[in-house]
């Protein structure tokens, strides 16, 4: 069992370190801020989080809420000196296993890790029977293609808490799969048959957001010739997806909450309440807590939002997962256009592996369907990708002559001493005159004249 221990009283630290390898638990590290505790988390995989509410400049509900979403298989135990009733909630609600109210009784704190780690296994266990076969991934989200340990827990943790029906906000880079994820918590959620109604927030003009989200009678306004279902009522008995919800204005963001809280709302120009039973899946790209300290989002929204929190890792974070979607991609594209393409050249592999795509998915998937488009081979090439010169180098090699690989070599050797003669004639084994009689012949040669003009 490996545990941290977060407090920024160092007698607390020592005390409880003590009281836990007295009980036969040795992997104990310890933390007295908030800001480094947050770094340990994310990078390193413990299993119990013993996490001290009030401590200055970060607290534990901070230190909860930023990293529950990188470690959903971490326990964490809250232990406060304050007894108070709403925090507990909050707590609880933010992903904290327990909650305990100092001073701790030392057997009542080992019961509660003891309980937690149990618990801990219960859910790598559903998480490991969830996604057994070959793709780890749960059935409802089978339309994500990884094979990444870290993609395949958030998945698992992410169909445990679909069950639930609260809200659930997406955070992740653009591209990332956040609507793929929503849909997959909408199969794996209490009303899997209802609609999935996707909106995208910044699309909505200000002036249209009530007739748009709340519908409108007929007659509401100039124009409204028919009643119409706002997004709301179109998504009864389903979900509500809100993509780019950081982008609604403060102004409307008060409607949104009151529908949140009240489950009902008033078309435009109708007086008759409509109630819904709708799950709200939120999504940002953006840093919405962020935008609470700057005035820009409300606070009292953004925790109605986000019960759960999940926070998908960018592609360039997702180990192994770029040969897989190639794969794919490659078989999509091949379809979708009646190709024949076997597959990727090694060189073509190692470029997209040394990719950062800063459009991650969405992004890499463009370029593979580009390839095929103009694929003119059996195998994708590096100059398919456009990531290199579509001709090949000079330098590359290939099957060729004994000259033409003497002069290749030759080039080679000249470029990387940097045009200097003498150096080049001594690492090949020959004079200067005869590297002399060799360059001046092969400048003949449209393949090499430019590049030995430039050396």
């Not at 990444?148 to 990332?176: D, F, H, K, R, W």
């Not at 209490?190 to 249209?208: C, D, E, K, R």
């Not at 939002?305 to 979607?325: A, C, M, N, T």
Request: with cysteine; glycine share 8%.
């Amino acid at each position: 069992m490996r545990v941290l221990i977060v407090d920024d009283e160092e007698v607390a630290l020592n005390s409880v370190k003590r009281l836990l390898k007295w009980r036969g638990i040795r992997n104990v590290e310890t933390c007295n801020s908030g800001k480094e505790a947050i770094a340990k988390i994310r990078e390193t995989d413990f299993d119990i989080v013993l996490l001290d509410l009030l401590m200055p400049e970060i607290d534990g509900l901070q230190i909860l809420e930023s990293t529950r979403p990188y470690r959903p298989h971490t326990e964490f135990i809250i232990l406060t000196a304050i007894d108070d009733i709403p925090t507990t909630v909050k707590a609880i609600r933010l992903g904290a296993y327990d909650y305990l109210v100092k001073p701790v009784d030392n057997d009542l704190l080992f019961l509660a890790i003891k309980r937690a780690y149990e618990h801990r296994g219960l859910l790598i266990g559903l998480s490991a029977t969830a996604g057994y076969g070959k793709s780890k991934v749960p059935n409802a989200f089978s339309e994500i293609i990884t094979q990444c340990p870290q993609m395949c827990s958030l998945l698992s943790y992410a169909q445990v808490m679909a069950g639930g029906g609260n809200p659930i906000m997406i955070t992740g880079e653009s591209g990332t799969g956040k609507e793929l994820v929503a849909k997959g918590i909408h199969q794996a959620g209490p009303m899997p048959q209802g609609p999935f109604i996707a909106v995208n927030v910044s699309a909505i003009p200000a002036s249209m957001f009530e007739s748009q989200f709340f519908g409108h009678a007929k007659g509401a306004f100039t124009g409204a010739d028919m009643p119409y279902r706002g997004y709301f009522e179109q998504a009864d008995g389903g979900t509500l997806f809100l993509d780019e919800i950081g982008e609604l204005p403060v102004g409307l963001q008060t409607k949104l909450l009151r529908v949140l809280e009240e489950k009902s709302f008033y078309p435009l120009g109708s007086s008759k309440p409509v109630w819904v039973d709708v799950r709200v899946i939120s999504a940002s790209n953006s840093n919405i807590e962020q935008g609470c300290q700057e005035g820009n989002f409300r606070l009292d929204l953004l925790y109605r939002l986000k019960s759960v929190h999940i926070h998908l890792p960018p592609l360039r974070e997702r180990q192994g997962d770029i040969p897989l979607l190639a794969s794919h991609f490659l078989r999509r594209a091949c379809s979708s256009y009646n190709k024949e393409v076997l597959g990727f050249s090694s060189e073509a592999m190692d470029l997209l592996n040394s990719r950062p795509y800063p459009g991650n998915v969405r992004e890499f998937a463009q370029i593979i369907e580009n390839a095929v488009l103009i694929c003119d081979s059996n195998l994708v090439l590096p100059g398919h990708l456009g990531m290199v010169s579509a001709s090949p180098s000079p330098l590359a090699r290939r099957l060729c002559t004994l000259k033409e690989n003497d002069e290749a070599q030759l080039v080679y050797v000249l470029t990387n001493a940097k045009g200097d003669r003498g150096k080049t004639a001594q690492i090949l084994g020959i004079t200067i005159r005869q590297l002399q009689r060799k360059i001046a012949a092969m400048k003949k040669n449209p393949q090499w004249e430019s590049i030995l003009r430039d050396i």
